[in-house]
């Protein structure tokens, strides 16, 4: 090579010269093709590292017609369950050798959803990942053109989407039959914003767990995944010890640690102790949660799983586009801490990690 090659990038037909082959040769070597003898591929190897070469994502796209990059479609990821979901999916998508471009919803309108998927498809993804865990963007989802492969995450099961779900049902069964263990009879619940799926799910699982015990189910209170929303139906629940001593709650469970966290001041400002005279438990597995006082009783959700499930799922539609229809379900784990039962030893009690329905 002369002077003037040294001085800009090597190319393709570099790499070729240097490994003595044709520079088709060398890109079906880069794009995986089968037909190529293991012998010429170890020599453009050796070629490629010598030179530095640093293959150009938009030819290698052109060649192969894939741009080896992930759409993802986010929204409230201000919170702790989206945030950690979609860095679980970046971390994933990586993992696999792509890139992962992200639309972030300002609005969840069908007209936000359209254009956010309008616009990764100029940026010319190979697939998209849709996290939707409101029932009308799922829904929204549903009705509009799907030009590349698309996996729902947090929702979809029902639409006939691939999709890939934790299963918020058992979470709250397995954290309300904890505390009918304990013997609490008269259970609450601080409930996340109704649109969303997953409170829907958790709100399902408590029901459905008191009324096969034969127990009142009482009316749940409302919340919006904030501390400050758990504070105040904490403030209610503190209320109830003012009354019939019959009627005020043994135990509550929140759907997601952060309300809980509410709860648990609103209790302790006003003298009632955890778990003595109420017991308390979260939904999340956030990290702050075994710092609480008392440490927090949760329901963990593996969102490493989700986000490698999810990006396999993908994958695997963009590589069999007549793949069957797949739904995957990534089982939680009750992690059980003192604001439960201080008695009791703190432990783990896990599901499968991934089911397919």
Same mark, same amino acid.
Request: hydrophobic share 45%; with cysteine.
């Given at each position: 090579?002369?002077? @003037?090659?040294?001085?800009?990038?090597?190319?393709?037909?570099?790499?070729?010269?240097?490994?003595?082959?044709?520079?088709?040769?060398?890109?079906?070597?880069?794009?995986?093709? $089968? &037909?190529? %003898?293991?012998?010429?591929?170890?020599?453009?190897?050796?070629?490629? =590292?010598?030179?530095?070469?640093?293959?150009?994502?938009?030819? %290698?796209?052109?060649?192969?017609?894939?741009? %080896?990059?992930?759409?993802?479609?986010?929204? &409230?990821?201000?919170?702790?369950?989206?945030?950690?979901?979609? @860095?679980?999916?970046?971390?994933?998508?990586?993992?696999?050798?792509?890139?992962?471009?992200?639309?972030?919803?300002?609005?969840?309108?069908? /007209? =936000?959803?359209?254009?956010?998927?309008?616009?990764? !498809?100029? /940026?010319?993804?190979?697939?998209?990942?849709?996290?939707?865990?409101?029932?009308?963007?799922?829904?929204?989802?549903?009705?509009?053109?799907?030009?590349?492969?698309?996996?729902?995450?947090?929702?979809?099961?029902?639409? !006939?989407?691939?999709?890939?779900?934790?299963?918020?049902?058992?979470?709250?069964?397995?954290?309300?039959?904890?505390?009918?263990?304990?013997?609490?009879?008269?259970?609450?619940?601080?409930?996340?914003?109704?649109? /969303?799926?997953? +409170?829907?799910?958790?709100?399902?699982? /408590?029901?459905?767990?008191?009324?096969?015990?034969?127990?009142?189910?009482?009316?749940?209170?409302?919340?919006?995944?904030?501390?400050?929303?758990?504070?105040?139906? !904490?403030?209610?629940?503190?209320? +109830?010890?003012?009354?019939?001593?019959?009627?005020?709650?043994?135990?509550?469970?929140?759907?997601?640690?952060?309300?809980?966290?509410?709860?648990?001041?609103?209790?302790?400002?006003?003298?009632?102790?955890?778990?003595?005279?109420?017991?308390?438990?979260?939904?999340? !597995?956030?990290?702050?949660?075994?710092?609480?006082?008392? $440490?927090?009783?949760?329901?963990?959700?593996?969102?490493?799983?989700?986000?490698?499930?999810?990006?396999?799922?993908?994958?695997?539609?963009?590589?069999?586009?007549?793949?069957?229809?797949?739904?995957?379900?990534?089982?939680?784990?009750?992690?059980?801490?003192?604001?439960?039962?201080?008695?009791?030893?703190?432990?783990?009690?896990?599901?499968?990690?991934?089911?397919?329905?």
């Amino acid at each position: 090579m002369d002077e @003037a090659s040294d001085r800009r990038p090597p190319t393709m037909e570099d790499v070729a010269q240097v490994a003595g082959v044709s520079h088709q040769t060398v890109s079906r070597v880069l794009s995986g093709h $089968p &037909n190529v %003898r293991e012998a010429t591929k170890e020599c453009v190897r050796r070629a490629i =590292a010598e030179l530095g070469y640093r293959p150009n994502s938009v030819a %290698r796209a052109l060649v192969t017609g894939r741009s %080896r990059t992930l759409g993802v479609v986010a929204a &409230n990821t201000t919170l702790f369950g989206p945030a950690s979901i979609l @860095a679980s999916l970046e971390y994933a998508a990586r993992r696999e050798g792509y890139l992962v471009a992200s639309v972030g919803l300002e609005e969840l309108t069908e /007209w =936000a959803l359209g254009r956010a998927l309008e616009r990764l !498809g100029i /940026w010319g993804v190979d697939g998209v990942l849709v996290m939707t865990p409101h029932r009308h963007t799922v829904e929204a989802l549903a009705r509009l053109p799907q030009p590349f492969p698309i996996v729902a995450v947090e929702g979809g099961h029902e639409l !006939g989407f691939p999709s890939v779900v934790v299963d918020q049902f058992s979470g709250a069964k397995a954290v309300t039959e904890h505390l009918l263990s304990l013997g609490h009879t008269r259970i609450w619940h601080v409930a996340g914003p109704s649109q /969303w799926i997953q +409170a829907e799910g958790r709100l399902r699982g /408590w029901r459905t767990t008191l009324k096969a015990a034969g127990l009142l189910v009482p009316p749940h209170l409302g919340g919006d995944w904030s501390p400050a929303s758990g504070y105040a139906a !904490g403030r209610q629940i503190a209320a +109830a010890f003012h009354g019939d001593a019959r009627s005020r709650p043994t135990a509550v469970f929140a759907a997601n640690d952060h309300m809980a966290m509410g709860v648990i001041r609103a209790l302790n400002e006003t003298g009632i102790r955890i778990p003595q005279d109420v017991a308390v438990a979260g939904f999340d !597995g956030i990290p702050e949660g075994g710092y609480l006082t008392p $440490p927090l009783t949760t329901v963990r959700q593996d969102f490493t799983a989700v986000g490698y499930a999810g990006v396999s799922l993908l994958l695997q539609l963009i590589e069999e586009p007549g793949a069957p229809l797949s739904h995957l379900t990534v089982q939680p784990e009750l992690v059980i801490g003192a604001s439960t039962a201080g008695s009791v030893q703190a432990g783990v009690v896990p599901g499968p990690a991934v089911a397919a329905d």
